[in-house]
């Protein structure tokens, strides 16, 4: 019976319970193989399918950066929001990211390449989309068409803020507005899209890249599973919203495994950078 | 039941004796012609739209509508937009840029279709292009949400100089019902959740989410002030310098 009950560990509650426990037998939300944690190496990958377990964001900047330096920390929730469950919401998030809120915005160095990077983080209300979500990075975007540099973002989200009313819906337009700014100065955005990336998040900034990256079997799409099974009374094939099926329809330019991420992406910046060698 | 609570106005909202977007268009067009097909590989009829003139001024039209009867309810899926939907419009409303046509979105849908086609075909990727590329339009943009303004998939046609609302009419980040079962995990407390979602045109002109409010059109009388209102708004945003047009666009989204 309790090993029954332990298969039945949802992808984002078996996650939760890496975070609190250090070194267990974890079973890939994937593929389903039963892994002793450390095999999974520092960058939790499954040894079997590849699947990229998922990250907070300051862990992604240490396996990405060779420093970084974050801005706009400081920026977190409208305090007009007063609903008290959702206050304690924030709070946990606060606590358990260490940031103030979804994603992590500054600028880093990536094999040499000076890159504006921002990182969303899925603990963070499952890396939902705030006002000040959005307000960080449309600064993002800003500082990087000011900086001539290029941006990468890493989604992780379940779409707008439901908390935050329509308000979150406004941010997909104005996070786009910034998208747009940056690549009418000629400058190259990679959109990066992790596991899960869903809803507003995946129909405004997660698709607006010159180069939409992911990493293996991540789930990516815009109506949830539930919703579509709920609504119209269809039940989706058991890959529909994976990254491979996104690549073989032709949304996404290719999967990363996380083990490459860092060289991938050097590479990828290498060749802008090269783009004056065409003028 | 008193007359005012939102989640009358929703009902209002979803109601089927409101003016439909075609009747709404041939109201305001004199010439209007349906144009068809995304050139990729459908031709959406959720999503309504062509080319006429408003006084003698050509101008697109983009709507998303709903069905007048249970037949085409189904066939516009009760106003849920494919991704060729979306690719048709963004083909339409590129094409107007070209002819520097004004664009007028007119808004009645509970949201983007949710299924796996749908998903095949890059609904997220669609949306985020009409978002990204439409609020760039070197043109005139006027959206108005009709009765449901629902999610990314209204918001995918609501990215102009003004957005308006008709009296009776919600927008909204999703329907109270999916609103209530995502927050409460309880879909019939959707009564409830209309109310703290500030969803009304009144509630949505205060956050500065919508600039006008119209009253609602039950007859010809009413159909030409509103032909007249946005007449006078397309002369308004034709006479700016395009630059300082976009540069208040860009500030009205920047703001949220």
């Known amino acids: ?279 | 039941m008193s007359k005012d609570t939102a989640f009358n106005r929703v009902l209002q909202a979803r109601s089927k004796d409101k003016i439909s977007i075609k009747a709404l268009i041939d109201g305001i067009t004199d010439d209007f012609i349906e144009l068809h097909g995304d050139r990729a590989y459908g031709d959406d009829p959720a999503v309504y739209a062509g080319i006429g003139s408003m006084n003698d001024k050509p101008v697109t039209i983009v709507g998303i509508r709903k069905g007048d009867d249970d037949q085409t309810d189904a066939e516009v899926h009760f106003g849920s937009a494919e991704p060729d939907g979306y690719r048709k419009a963004l083909r339409l409303m590129k094409q107007a840029e070209k002819f520097k046509r004004p664009i007028i979105t007119l808004i009645n849908t509970p949201g983007a279709y949710p299924d796996v086609e749908a998903e095949y075909h890059g609904q997220g990727y669609m949306i985020s292009q009409l978002i990204m590329q439409g609020m760039q339009l070197k043109v005139p943009y006027i959206a108005v949400i009709v009765g449901e303004g629902g999610s990314g998939g209204a918001l995918a046609l609501a990215v102009g100089d003004c957005v308006w609302a008709f009296e009776e009419s919600i927008y909204s980040i999703l329907s109270p019902e999916g609103y209530a079962t995502i927050l409460w995990k309880d879909s019939s407390r959707a009564r409830e959740a209309a109310e703290v979602m500030k969803l009304t045109p009144e509630d949505l002109i205060k956050q500065g989410i919508i600039d006008r409010i119209i009253p609602e059109i039950r007859n010809n009388d009413e159909l030409k002030r509103f032909k007249a209102d946005l007449f006078g708004k397309i002369e308004e945003l034709s006479a700016m310098p395009t630059a300082e047009m976009l540069n208040q666009r860009f500030a009205r989204y920047r703001n949220f």
């Not at chain 1, 990405?64 to 929730?77: G, I, Q, T, V, Y």
């Not at chain 1, 809120?101 to 000076?114: D, F, Q, S």
């Not at chain 1, 707008?160 to 000629?186: D, N």
């Open chain 1, 1 to 279: 019976m309790k090993k029954n009950k332990r298969q039945k560990l949802s992808s984002q509650e078996l996650h939760k319970r890496m975070d609190k426990v250090p070194d267990v037998w974890v079973k890939c939300p994937f593929c389903g193989k039963t892994i002793y944690k450390k095999q999974l190496g520092k960058y939790l990958e499954c040894p079997d399918c590849h699947y990229a377990f998922r990250i907070g964001a300051k862990q992604r900047i240490e396996l990405l950066c060779d420093n970084f330096e974050p801005f706009n920390l400081e920026l977190k929730a409208n305090p007009k929001y007063q609903d008290p469950k959702y206050l304690a919401k924030l709070e946990k998030a606060r606590e358990t990211t260490g940031l103030n809120e979804g994603v992590l915005t500054g600028i880093g160095t990536i094999n040499g390449h000076r890159t504006a990077i921002g990182v969303m983080d899925w603990r963070f209300i499952m890396g939902s989309l705030g006002t000040a979500t959005g307000e960080l990075l449309a600064r993002l975007f800003e500082r990087a068409t000011q900086e001539k540099l290029p941006v990468i973002v890493f989604t992780a989200s379940g779409g707008a803020r439901m908390q935050e009313g329509i308000e979150s819906l406004m941010q997909m337009a104005k996070v786009s507005e910034a998208v747009s700014e940056h690549s009418k100065a000629g400058l190259v955005y990679i959109s990066y899209l992790c596991d899960p990336t869903t809803g507003g998040v995946t129909a405004s900034f997660a698709m607006q890249g010159d180069l939409l990256l992911s990493e293996p079997h991540a789930l990516i799409g815009f109506a949830g599973r539930r919703v579509i099974e709920r609504t119209i009374q269809q039940i989706p094939p058991k890959d529909f919203q994976r990254a491979e099926t996104l690549l073989h329809n032709g949304f996404l330019d290719a999967i990363v495994k996380r083990n490459e991420m860092k060289t991938t992406l050097s590479h990828i910046l290498a060749i802008h950078e090269g783009g004056d060698k065409n003028e």
